[in-house]
């Protein structure tokens, strides 16, 4: 299968159908869920008909998939998956940054590693502008990830959600990275 990146832990390589029961798994733990939709059961149907089809997109503009499955290197074992996907699909200026990760995989360094290696290659080989990312305000782990990865708040927003979660009242967040501030940064 081909590597589309490696880090001292972590190989992230395109997903496969083959991969639909580790997802189902990833998905069906409510506490990995509990900031997307409050933790609620998944479907394995609606892994294999949306959450899978989404995973397995080819962005024409940068020539790769916007997610990609992580494993850890020394083991093979399935983590989650990283999200680094162009906002149009025409240009790959904007990307947003995203993870989920199995809960074995949490409090291990695992998310940082992958989301600053990733923002590394999409300035140095892909054309990314401008790294952003979003998690719910009370989503406090997840905004330490993306500090620890270099991005700043931005701002804070409220979200159209068709079924309120706990802590959506308190909004969203937004953090970002330009290819300037990395720049000067490095």
Do not use: Q
């Not at 892994?47 to 990609?68: A, E, I």
């Not at 989503?139 to 620890?148: A, F, G, I, L």
Request: net charge negative.
């Amino acid at each position: 299968m081909p590597v589309f990146l490696e880090t001292e832990r972590l190989v992230l390589r395109p997903f496969t159908e083959a991969d639909t029961d580790r997802l189902f798994a990833l998905d069906d733990d409510p506490e990995v869920m509990r900031f997307i939709n409050g933790g609620a059961p998944a479907s394995l149907e609606t892994v294999r008909t949306r959450v899978l089809p989404r995973l397995l997109h080819d962005y024409p503009c940068s020539g790769t998939r916007g997610f990609w499955a992580a494993e850890e290197k020394a083991t093979g074992a399935f983590l989650g998956w990283f999200e680094f996907r162009p906002l149009d699909e025409h240009s790959p200026a904007v990307v947003e940054l995203g993870y989920r990760l199995n809960r074995t995989a949490w409090g291990k360094g695992y998310a940082t590693e992958g989301s600053r290696e990733l923002i590394d290659k999409g300035f140095t080989e892909l054309g990314v502008e401008r790294v952003t990312a979003n998690t719910m305000t009370v989503n406090t782990r997840s905004r330490r990830v993306m500090e620890k990865s270099g991005l700043s708040f931005l701002r804070n927003f409220t979200g159209d959600w068709p079924d309120a979660i706990p802590g959506s009242e308190h909004g969203e967040v937004e953090y970002e990275l330009t290819r300037a501030v990395w720049e000067r940064r490095r």
